[in-house]
């Protein structure tokens, strides 16, 4: 039976959580001790460390996918990682459209779920290229067919066949199509307090713009912790010679107040020659941008420019992002330095080079390929 408390008792219990009752957390502060609040829903079960992993790794993922649906749905096709973030997964559903095209993933050999959402304008507009349209897909209010899902179904399995490739390094996973459905909360993928990683991307079928939404189980990072460690040192080689076309030997760039800039810059190719260029532009990056194009001779379309910064304090170091189109076809390069301009610069080379090596593929493929008959 539960005792009930008497009035004296409450009072004495009231006393001791007043102003005398908080000296000791008072003293605590004073003496430089701070709380921050917990949320339990909501637990980091992953570091900021493997957070940085997995964001390098899908950076790889998101390029090297990009190439391989431009190929497939001959057009145009960009996808770059946005965020990283953990959630519980009702809170993923919750950021999802409804209906959308949503997946539930096998990670074999684990027995935890994922999950993959395309949004519905990308989804509608690869639909509408697939069978012979330009890709320009007027907004439809309405959930994907049975036969547009089957349509999907080849895209989604490039991007899964790109992902078990990305994360080899990592861990021999298999990402497959478990289940599919037009409204998310159909399918079973996690509980809803589970803990997951939220990867969203920014992805654009020729004119069309939206998002992709893949969810991982924290579990997962954590059962290959030991592998997580090094996953994007791993992942990093040198450079072949091929790839390596055009190296930045020095930058100098110069700016005044009215944002005018001269850029120029010293590239060294892979045969010996080197060679100066300099050029003026909107601003040092835009400067010495021009200046690298002239050099080489690669003019490209520039998309996008991104910076962001991966660590602090006096060294802290920046991440330049740049994105490209050059013949229909979207290249990206990506920077770590001290220096946002040298970042941005370096990334920039990154994509003139991959330029270069596609160039020379296509040019070895012509050459080994038998001439056509004569008609």
């Known amino acids: 039976m539960s005792k009930i408390l008497s009035q004296d008792e409450i009072d004495a219990l009231l006393a001791e959580s007043g102003p005398a009752g908080r000296a000791p957390r008072a003293a605590e502060e004073a003496a430089g001790q701070s709380y921050a609040p917990y949320n339990f829903r909501r637990p980091d079960r992953i570091s900021k460390d493997q ?5 390098f790794l899908h950076e790889r993922f998101a390029r090297n996918v990009s190439q391989s649906l431009a190929a ?8 770059s990682l946005a965020s990283v973030e953990q959630f519980a997964y009702s809170e993923f559903l919750m950021s999802l459209a409804d209906p959308t095209a949503y997946y539930a993933l096998s990670l074999a050999p684990f027995e935890d ?8 304008a990308v989804a509608f507009a690869m639909v509408e290229r697939m069978l012979g349209g ?4 007027t907004p439809v209010d309405r959930a994907l067919t049975d036969i547009e899902q089957n349509v999907i179904d080849s895209v989604v399995k490039i991007l899964l066949d790109s992902l078990t490739e990305t994360w080899k390094p990592v861990v021999d996973l298999a990402f497959g199509i478990r289940g599919r459905e037009t409204r998310p909360q159909m ?5 809803p307090n589970d803990t997951v990683l939220m990867l969203v991307f920014e992805m654009r079928v020729g004119e069309t713009q939206g998002m992709l939404n893949l969810c991982l189980p924290a579990s997962i990072v954590e059962k290959t912790d030991t592998h997580f460690a090094g996953a994007f040192d791993r992942q990093r080689r040198e450079p072949t010679p091929r790839e390596r076309t055009w190296l930045l030997e020095n930058l100098h760039v110069v700016s005044d107040s009215t944002r005018f ?3 120029r810059v010293v590239l060294r190719h892979v045969d010996g020659r080197i060679l100066t260029q300099e050029s003026s532009g909107d601003g040092p990056v835009d400067a010495a941008l021009k200046a690298i194009e002239q050099a080489t001779g ?3 379309k520039l998309r996008k420019f991104e910076v962001r910064s991966v660590s ?3 060294d802290a170091q920046g991440e330049a992002v740049v994105t490209c189109e050059y013949n229909g076809r979207s290249y990206r390069g990506t920077s770590v330095t001290t220096d946002i301009v040298e970042s941005g610069v370096r990334a920039f080379i990154e994509v003139i080079n991959a330029i270069e090596s596609s160039r020379r593929r296509g040019a070895d493929q012509n050459e080994t390929s038998p001439p056509a008959a004569a008609v």
Request: hydrophobic fraction near 40%; avoid cysteine; glycine fraction near 12%.
């Open 72 to 79: 497939y749905l001959r057009s145009t096709t960009d996808l």
């Open 312 to 314: 602090s304090g006096e």
């Open 187 to 191: 399918l079973q993928v996690a509980s």
């Open 298 to 300: 690669v003019f490209v």
């Open 134 to 137: 330009t890709g320009q897909a």
């Open 261 to 263: 800039a001269t850029g």
């Open 113 to 120: 779920l994922g999950g993959l959402e395309i949004n519905p």
């Open 51 to 55: 957070i940085h992993s997995l964001h």
